[in-house]
T-cell receptor, first 115, second 107 residues
Framework: NAGVMQNPRHLVRRRGQEARLRCSPM?????VYWYRQLPEEGLKFMVYLQKENIIDESGMPKERFSAEFPKEGPSILRIQQVVRGDSAAYFC?????????????FGPGTRLTVL | SQQGEEDPQALSIQEGENATMNCSYKTSINNLQWYRQNSGRGLVHLIL?????REKHSGRLRVTLDTSKKSSSLLITASRAADTASYFC???????FGAGTRLTVKP
C-alpha cells in the first residue's frame, strides 16, 4: 500500500508562471489536506478537501491559490503568477473517511523555488 | 500566538540523555498528535493522544496531556543521534501545527 505521493518533488518556476502541485492520497483515503512550510517554520494549514468538495479553505491566500480534488485523479494545488514569497515546501496529507480528527499521513512534499 | 506552540524552539542533548518537549494549545481538542520531521523530509506520525487520556507510551516515547492546562509533553528516553529532527505537535481537529522543536542529539 503506497503512501501519500506528491509530485513533482522539486519545482522551479520563474516569477509570473504557474505552479501545479499534485497529491495522490493513500488508497482508501478520501480526505486531503494541503500545508505550506516556509524555511525554518512550522506547517501552516491551507486547505482541506474531500472528493469534489472544499471543506475548509481558511488558510488559503485569497488570490492566486486554488485547490481541487476531483472525483478521479490526484488533488491539485495551483498557484498562479508565482512570486518569490511562494517559495516553500508544500505538503499534502490524507486521512481515512472517518474524518479530519484522525491521524494524517503526510507525503514527502514538493519544494517550490521561485526565481 | 498560534495553536500548538512547542517549547523549547531548539534543544541540544547528548546521546543517551532524555529529551522533553512541551506543547501548548488554545482551544478544546478531540486529540493531539506529535509528528517528527527529519531535515528536508516529510512528516512522520509518532503518537496520538485523545482528550480523555492522560499519558501514552510508544517505545521510547512518552506523551502526556493535561487538558486543564491545555498542554502536552513529549519525552524521548535514551536518545540516539537518529532522533535528531524537528518535532511538531498538532491539534488536528482544527489543523494547527506549531513551529516545532528542533532536537539535536550529539553522539
Amino acid at each position: 500500500n503506497a503512501g501519500v505521493m506528491q509530485n513533482p518533488r522539486h519545482l522551479v518556476r520563474r516569477r509570473g508562471q504557474e505552479a501545479r502541485l499534485r497529491c495522490s492520497p493513500m488508497k482508501g483515503h478520501s480526505h486531503v489536506y494541503w500545508y505550506r512550510q516556509l524555511p525554518e517554520e512550522g506547517l501552516k494549514f491551507m486547505v482541506y478537501l474531500q472528493k469534489e468538495n472544499i471543506i475548509d479553505e481558511s488558510g488559503m491566500p485569497k488570490e492566486r491559490f486554488s485547490a481541487e480534488f476531483p472525483k478521479e485523479g490526484p488533488s491539485i494545488l495551483r498557484i498562479q503568477q508565482v512570486v518569490r514569497g511562494d517559495s516553500a515546501a508544500y505538503f499534502c496529507a490524507s486521512s481515512p473517511p472517518a474524518g479530519k480528527a484522525d491521524e494524517q499521513f503526510f507525503g514527502p512534499g514538493t519544494r517550490l523555488t521561485v526565481l | 500566538s498560534q495553536q500548538g506552540e512547542e517549547d523549547p524552539q531548539a534543544l541540544s542533548i547528548q546521546e543517551g540523555e532524555n529529551a522533553t518537549m512541551n506543547c501548548s494549545y488554545k482551544t478544546s481538542i478531540n486529540n493531539l498528535q506529535w509528528y517528527r520531521q527529519n531535515s528536508g523530509r516529510g512528516l512522520v506520525h509518532l503518537i496520538l493522544i485523545r482528550s480523555n487520556e492522560r499519558e501514552k507510551h510508544s517505545g521510547r516515547l512518552r506523551v502526556t496531556l493535561d487538558t486543564s492546562k491545555k498542554s502536552s509533553s513529549l519525552l524521548i528516553t535514551a536518545s540516539r543521534a537518529a532522533d535528531t529532527a524537528s518535532y511538531f505537535c498538532a491539534t488536528i481537529n482544527d489543523m494547527r501545527f506549531g513551529a516545532g522543536t528542533r532536537l539535536t542529539v550529539k553522539p
